[in-house]
């Protein structure tokens, strides 16, 4: 009967009812869509870096700190002969100053193993020819250098005689990479040629591998995937902390838009709940029906969310959403030029259910507060109760 | 004849302010089954908050007033509202239907707290319809009647249920003389078809006019009550 008399009332609502569902149908869809790109940002940045760089995990020379360019020197060291090349690769770690268009830049130099199939770096580009100095870098390195592929670029180093040695290298490859952190500041040689700059021999930094290694001793940490991913990780919480701010803002705006919906129209609808009283209803089969009337509303907005929204989603999905230009140049981590947002079932059920849950709430708070009227307050639309009318209906009772 | 309102000695006082109002003062009343009464006085006699009492939408402040041999201060919320549901049907000045409903829902509405099956509901409904004679409105919405129309569907929603008492609180004041008989007519006729008892609050002389009992209310107290011979 309550449920009848819900689905009676909401739907009569006309207008009012549909412009309400759709509201919501609206933030279902935002918020879904919004987190949904967080969550596709993330896995995308995630499996960026541990195709590009991480893979399995990294081993570093215990001296090994590279936001500390000091370390780089005195942490290099031959990789375990008890690591299977075919599972790793070699990194070298130096410092340079690189010369493009006549300006000076500090640069961190890269060596990588040439001969590599781990990762997704094209090293192959950089195998080594005497004579031919490659070099590639990411796209958000050359874009900042305004440096193209094919350009020439002047470097200079320090080799290990504490000399300063320079020459032109050649851009072979300028890389699409969604991992800021093997991009930005930063220029990759082939492993070989930068031990032939510094005149050191098989020394790494660090070396990538497909799976952990035992045994490789003291010298060696172990920086697993999620070690490793773990700034990129902060990074997303930290973007998604701001998300839920407009997670929130937009709940607010539901719930303050359905609130005051529910509202007027129980306070317009004072008489109708009076006469509901004198017909016979009880306080809580009017609560009941007016929780209700809110809760299938928000059941509605669900439906309604999933007719239009899920197309239009999952377009989002396939087609990706471009970001501005002016994004791009932060070089937001994880992201090349566009965002292909994930959705998961956790995410579209915590969202109904909160929609639902609040939807509950915002129907129930008013109408419990107008249930309280007596029936004859409630029929002559009476907005609220003085505290002595109160005393005196309640000592009455 | 059975006494279905007995009230004694009783009082009804508002707060005002540090001191108190009186509504009703010393009312000592029997009605009985099938009575055909109303309750006649100036505005602000009274005549509503005595009507309001007696339909447990209101409790006295003293005395007694039993309602089918309910007690009616004794009674908690959902006792009373279960009295109301199941014995009383309700008419009011203003009709108070609810306007995104039908003529048809309107009147099932009461039949719904009483869980009467889907077919008893609507065979009760086209009962009480062509009662009033508003069959050929069943599935209009009130906006789309007129006043005499909508304080139809009231009293056809009032008697749905074959209810013991009808109160109904000024049901003509709203209403051109043509539809205050037709009314009054339709309200005679259940009276007299159901066996029905019709109390009214009313200041209306048309209605007055159709009475068969009829006290007088002025400043909370009963001046008189007297049976009219018709």
Partial sequence: MILKLAWRNLIGGGFRTWLNVFILSVVIVTIIGFHGMYIGWQKDGENGIIKWHVAGGQYWQKNYDPYDSFSYDESRQMMPASVPDENAVEFLVGQGVIYPQGRMKNITLKGVEEEQGLLELPTQLLAYEPGRYKMMMGHRTARKLKLNEGDRLMLRWRNSTGSFDATSFEIVKIFKTTVSSIDQGQVWLGIQ?????????????????????????????????????SEFRALISAKIAGGMFMYALLMFLAMIAVFDTQVLSLFKRRKEVGMMMAIGLNREQIIRIFTWEGFIGGLLSVALAVIWGTPLLLKFQENGLRLPEFMNSFGVDGIIDAMYPQYTISLVIFTIVIVLLIMLAVSYIPVSNISRLTPVDALQGRMTISVKRKKSMLSNR | MEKLINIKEMYKHYPVGTGKFTALKDINLEITDGEFTGIVGPSGSGKTTLLNIIGSLDVQSEGIVEVLGNDVKSLNHRQSADLRSKHIGFIFQTYNLLPVYTVFENVEFPLLLLNFSASER????????????????IKSRPAQLSGGECQRVAIARAIVKKPQIVLADEPTANLDAENSHHILRTMVELNEKLGTTFVFSTHDAKVINYLRRKI??????????????Q
């Fill in chain 2, 122 to 137: 609507k065979k009760m409904v086209i009962d009480a319809l062509e009662w009033v004679g508003l069959m050929p409105k």
């Fill in chain 2, 216 to 229: 007088t209310l002025i400043d909370g107290k009963i001046v008189s009550d007297e049976i009219i011979e």
């Fill in chain 1, 193 to 229: 040629q930068m031990r032939e700059m510094f005149g050191i021999m098989q020394e790494v930094n660090y070396f990538t591998v497909r799976e952990p290694v035992e045994g490789l001793g003291k010298s060696w940490e172990f920086k697993s995937q999620d070690k490793l991913l």
